[in-house]
Each structure stands twice: as C-alpha cells, then as structure tokens.
C-alpha cells in the first residue's frame, strides 16, 4: 500500500542554521515525489518535486530534497534558515500511472530559534 | 483570480445539518480532490475524481459524500454534519501523472466547525 512517513513532529532549528526534514515512503511503481510548504493560515505551496533525472532536486526558497530510492527516502534541506521558513512542511508521492492519486505525509512543524 | 476557489471560506453548522463545499478551477485539469486536514494528521484523501463520470473514495470517504458537476466543478458534501468532521478542508486539481507530474493545485482551503 501506497504510505508516507514523517518521523519528526515538530522541529526547532535557530535561524542560519542548516535544516532537514525527514520523508521515507512506501509505493510499489516508481514514485514521484513532492514537498509542500504550509505557512500559518496559508493553503499549500509546493516547495519542490523529483519524477525522474538527478535525484537531487532544487526548489524554491533555497530548499533541495534527494531522492534516495535504495533508502526509500526524499529528506528536504536548507543550508541556512530564515525567520520566514517556519511553517508545516508536508511529504507526499504519486505514482507515474493513470490511477494514481496522491497522498501525504502528516506534516512536520518547523519552529525557528531567533 | 485563483486557479483553485472553494466557497465558503469559512462555515460555522450545527450537527446534523447538510453542508455542501464547493469548488471551482481554472487549471483544465481533469483530476480533483478533497483532502481534510487535522493537526498531526497531515492531510487526507476523502475523494476523488479523474473525470466528470469517475468518483472514486479516499482514506476517509465514510459520512462524506461528492459531485463532479463538471470538468471545473467539485463538490464536497456532508449530509449530516458531526462535530469530528471540523476541520479545514482543501480542494486541489492536477494533470495526468502520464503526461506531467501530476502535481496538485490547491485552493485556500475552506475551514468547516460543527457544533
């Protein structure tokens, strides 16, 4: 069955320092993989995806993810956060496949430290 | 405009009394979705539609109920709301993962209480 880890809750980082965010899945075809960004109030900014080519990803905002498939994993970076990157991050896979649907990961919650 | 609209944005109910969300886009995608979010549950796939003659239930499908009015319409209803069913609900469209990502659209989210 198609499922989406998020171990980490929540999570407290100080600003500047560097961040990741942990997503392991479980989906039997070749996913494709997505970050969301939810900001206090807001709806759902995707952040990044990966569907194929480098397993590495860049996306907006200064955050990558790599695609780990031996791991099963698309854990999400940034090198140096900002007061602004606090938020709830969610993880979530499709498949390359006409009856896919999409699902997420419950989210984790990203304090930042001043 | 928003590619992605729900209405209301936000809707205060009594149990037992009919709620229906809408939603609208302009994406021309064929696929549409209902999620409800709670905390520390992410989000969760009540239904969903590939095209106008196709429903398909989610994860959580029981006491909710949808329409596919057309390719741009999508209704969410709940025929007898329940106080568990507070929560903020989101409609999101995508492509055809065979052809794109199938990446989703969301709308702004429509936050439902029910006392």
């Known amino acids: 069955a198609q499922s989406v880890t998020q171990p980490d809750i929540h999570i407290t980082v100080s600003e500047g320092a560097s961040l990741e965010l942990r997503c392991n899945y479980s989906?039997?075809?070749?996913?494709?993989l997505f970050w969301y960004v939810q900001s206090p109030g807001q709806g759902l900014q995707l952040l990044l995806k990966y569907f194929s080519g480098d397993t590495l990803v860049q996306g907006i905002k200064g955050f990558e993810a790599e695609f780990k498939r031996s791991q099963s994993s698309f854990n999400l970076r940034k090198p140096s956060v900002h007061w602004s990157d606090a938020a709830e991050y969610f993880c979530a896979v499709g498949a390359r496949s006409s009856a896919s649907k999409i699902i997420f990961g419950s989210g984790t919650r990203l304090s930042i430290r001043p | 405009d928003a590619d992605v609209t729900q209405t209301p944005r936000n809707r205060i109910t009594k149990t037992g009394k009919r709620i229906m969300l809408e939603c609208s886009q302009t994406?021309?995608?064929?696929?549409m979705y209902w999620y409800r979010q709670d905390p520390g549950l992410g989000l969760r796939l009540i239904y969903y539609?590939?095209?106008?003659?196709?429903?398909n239930k989610g994860e959580i499908s029981d006491g909710y109920s949808v329409s596919r009015q057309a390719q741009a319409k999508f209704s969410l209803s709940l025929e007898s709301a329940i106080p568990n069913q507070t929560a903020l609900y989101f409609c999101?469209?995508?492509?055809?993962?065979?052809?794109?990502?199938?990446?989703?659209?969301f709308g702004e989210g429509s936050r439902l209480t029910v006392l």
């Open positions: 994406k021309g995608h064929d696929r």
């Open positions: 999101a469209t995508s492509d055809l993962p065979t052809d794109g990502t199938g990446e989703l659209f």
């Open positions: 989906y039997g075809a070749t996913p494709y």
């Open positions: 539609s590939f095209d106008v003659k196709d429903i």
